[in-house]
């Protein structure tokens, strides 16, 4: 009996979306299993049925322990295959390149006369300590209807044959953290985790600080180690990637020329001082990091005190505390080769070199450029969301390598070492300047792009910053910078969707992408309209959607910024701030315009417990925006190192590419985008709930409401659950993926 409509799979080379639907509901459904299928590569005809960790409603996993989809069915149309390539709780990550498809079954509650499904291999009854896998009852399910098959997705990093991407796993915020940790004996004390589950209030709470505790220490310990399993999973294929053109020199005898914002990976300063000694690169190396050693002003001071600090002499602030030591191990390596390292300082707040870029040249022709959103830190590699492509095209290369000579031609003022002392100990940076990017590099800029021919009838346009005539943003009606009206303009020309990823664009949706998305859905065609607040639910319906992940709480459309010199109420100690919003969809939930900023979970939910957010300040890094990601012709993606806003143009050194036409490589960017949406929209609405209760009076303080949660599972053993799925209308990512199904 045939139940399942249609159903699609999609992939980016780490995650596969999968996809189905239904004419009506189907009676007695608890959920549906799902089964990978090896069509090639190691695992060539092993049949997997996808990992879950959802308990239903009568039982406890409190543990995190893995069941699979035969045990713990998906109450969904739509799922994310996290397990692709990954392992399910173990560092380990299967080889890249190979074929599968999915099976889809939908599957009811079994009675004694009915065929069970059978006992999976991957859905043990007990788990690595010969305990119950769960508690509770055992629910034997049923299959109700004849199985449908996706068709075959390739999972690779090729898309074409002149351009590849990849991702990072640098997503923290997940429940399996703490069992990827454990595999390689690095998880919290066994006691944490039995705590945990207590069935005592006051231990829960406090297992959960401990477990928090130890998996930041542990996590920035483990992404600064080259030999650490942890750091090789979170890094995916990127290190690969953004080091791939310094070993092809090496093998090669090419040069390699490198514009690059954060060095501080140990690992890949240690790679770049040796190419440097053995003549290999050549380096614009700008400003990161800056300590202001300053102290600051004693809360509650009096007024005495403020006077007697106020005429205290005050330090410079140092700038470039994160790369002075690297700077140093270059130049050094360097030797005679002076201007193989150009210090390209901008030590102030007003602007950065913001690229990640390097451009490989072969017999004195450029013909390879990397770039993307991955800085070359440990963070950037390991606990953010990045991407980093690599486009095999001489023209490409060219417009790159003449935009890197360009930064190297535009002569600043060059760098004042400085060392201040901060509680008695030496700090080593450079002084303040108030350089800018001059006039001859701005207007070069400016030029409108050539679009240039790659695989498959598809085209590349690069643009690079800052390109306007002003070297600040004006407070009043600033004029649209030419590459982000190339990008308004091919947002404004969707026909489908539009699907972003940012970290900080800019404040409040103001002169960036986030309000030009909002705009251009609700009609207003010039963009950033002064109405832009006025008009939070006036959407038309085009038939189209946008959808998008924000790292930054204040670049969300509904934060509103506190009003200068505005006092705020005193708060009594102890008590629990009022998270910024994390949901904008002002058509509510299944509209088609819906953005949501990164979260954790907070307060244990069902047998969710808290996470870790992130291990330093951002934590979705990428900057994407990917249109009609399944039109053949005008599918379109835009990345690279600019945050997509108005300063970025205005201020900061920076690049982006437009790819038109590359399908796959849509595709594989709207993949990663959905991967991300979908992540954090679950931990977003926990995160609107504590906004509410805070505001309810019933929520004020997050250790007592974590000892008052006790762990229960959450599946549904009704067919109830489908009820909410089937009434969501309106364009969605599912309907119109499975549109093309």
């Known amino acids: 009996m045939k139940l399942i409509k249609r159903a699609g799979a999609w992939c980016n080379g780490e995650v596969a979306y999968i996809a189905w639907d239904i004419e009506k509901q189907i009676k007695g459904c608890v959920g549906f299993m ?17 990992p879950t960790w959802i308990a239903f409603t009568d039982q406890n996993n409190p543990n995190w322990n893995e069941q699979d989809a035969s045990v713990w069915p998906i109450q969904n149309f739509h799922w994310r295959d996290l397990t692709l390539r990954k392992s399910r709780d173990t560092t380990t990550v299967r080889p890249i390149d190979f074929e599968v498809h999915y099976e889809i079954v939908p599957v009811a509650l079994a009675d004694a006369s009915q065929k069970q499904l059978p006992l999976s291999p991957t859905a043990p009854e007990k788990d690595a300590h010969g305990q119950p896998s769960y508690l509770g009852p055992k629910h034997p399910l049923v299959a109700i209807g004849d199985p449908i098959k996706t068709n075959t997705i390739n999972v690779t990093h090729d898309y074409g044959k002149n351009v590849k991407a990849t991702f990072t796993n640098g997503i923290l915020s997940t429940q399996n953290l703490v069992r990827q940790l454990e595999s390689v004996k690095k998880g919290p004390s066994k006691n944490a985790v039995k705590d945990a589950n207590s069935d005592k209030p006051a231990k829960r709470a406090k297992a959960a600080d401990q477990k928090e505790n130890h998996l930041l220490k542990t996590l920035k310990e483990e992404i600064q180690r080259p030999d650490s399993k942890i750091r090789e999973f979170l890094m995916g294929d990127v290190y690969k990637f953004v080091t791939e053109l ?3 020199a090496r093998k090669e005898g090419g040069q390699v020329y490198l514009a690059l914002y954060e060095l501080h990976d140990k690992q890949l300063i240690k790679l770049l001082v040796d190419a440097m000694k053995s003549k290999l690169i050549h380096i614009i190396l700008t400003t990161a990091g800056n300590l202001n050693p300053n102290p ?37 390596a360097a030797g005679a080769q002076k201007d193989r390292v ?10 950065i070199g913001h690229n990640k870029l390097a451009v490989y040249v072969k017999g004195d022709k450029p013909v390879a450029v990397m770039t993307g959103s991955t800085n070359w830190t440990e963070t950037g590699l390991c606990a953010q969301s990045n991407n980093c492509i690599i486009i095999e095209d001489d023209a490409v290369a060219a417009d790159y390598f003449a935009y890197w000579n360009a930064l190297k031609d535009d002569k600043q003022a060059p760098r004042k070492p400085l060392t201040v002392t901060v509680k008695g100990k030496k700090v080593k940076g450079a002084a303040p300047n108030s350089n800018k990017q001059g006039a001859e590099i701005r207007a070069e800029n400016q030029k409108a792009r050539k679009e240039h021919k790659l695989s498959a009838g598809s085209t590349a346009q690069v643009w690079f910053s800052p390109n306007t005539k002003q070297p600040t943003v004006p407070k009043k009606s600033p004029a649209r910078p030419a590459d982000l009206k190339e990008v308004y303009d091919r947002m404004d020309a969707a026909r489908k969707a539009i699907m972003f990823l ?21 009609g207003d065609k010039n963009g950033e309209s002064a109405q832009f607040a006025k008009k939070l639910t006036s959407i038309s319906d085009k038939g189209r959607f946008v959808l998008g992940a924000i790292s930054d709480p204040t670049a969300m459309p509904n934060y509103v910024a506190p009003k200068k010199g505005e006092k705020k109420p005193p708060v009594k100690k102890g008590a629990i701030k009022m998270p910024p919003p994390a949901i904008w969809w002002p058509g509510g939930p299944g509209s088609q315009v819906a953005m ?13 417990r808290p996470e870790l957010l992130t291990a330093g300040h951002a934590i979705i890094h990428d900057k994407i925006i990917v249109i009609d990601p399944l039109d053949e012709k005008r599918c379109t993606v835009i990345t690279g190192s600019h945050n997509l806003g108005y300063k970025a143009s205005y201020c900061n050194d920076e690049n982006f590419l437009i790819i038109e036409g590359n399908r796959d490589l849509a595709v594989s960017y709207a993949v990663h985008v959905l991967d991300l949406y979908e992540h954090y929209l679950m931990r977003a609405r926990l995160e609107e709930k504590i906004r509410q209760d805070i ?3 019933k929520l004020t303080s997050y250790k007592e409401a974590a000892a008052h949660v006790v762990p229960h599972g ?19 990512t599912m309907s119109y993926f499975l549109a093309n199904a």
């Open 34 to 50: 799902v089964t990978r299928v090896h069509e090639t590569g190691k695992d060539k005809g092993k049949r997997r049925i996808l």
């Open 246 to 248: 310094v070993d092809r």
């Open 296 to 332: 600051k002003a004693k809360k509650g001071a009096n007024g005495a005190a403020k006077k007697k600090a106020a005429k205290t002499k005050k330090l410079p602030v140092l700038w470039d505390t994160e790369n002075d030591d690297p700077r140093a191990q270059l130049h050094k």
């Open 342 to 351: 150009i210090d390209r300082m901008f030590n102030s707040s007003a602007r």
């Open 502 to 522: 940012v970290f900080m664009p800019g404040r409040s949706g103001v002169n960036n992408i986030v309000g030009e998305a909002a705009d251009i859905e609700r």
């Open 596 to 608: 949501v900023r990164a979260a954790a979970v907070r307060i244990p939910f069902g047998n969710l």
């Open 695 to 697: 505001k309810d009076g």
């Open 714 to 732: 959450l599946l549904s053993l009704t067919d109830s659950w489908q009820k909410g799925k089937l009434e969501s209308k309106g364009p969605s």
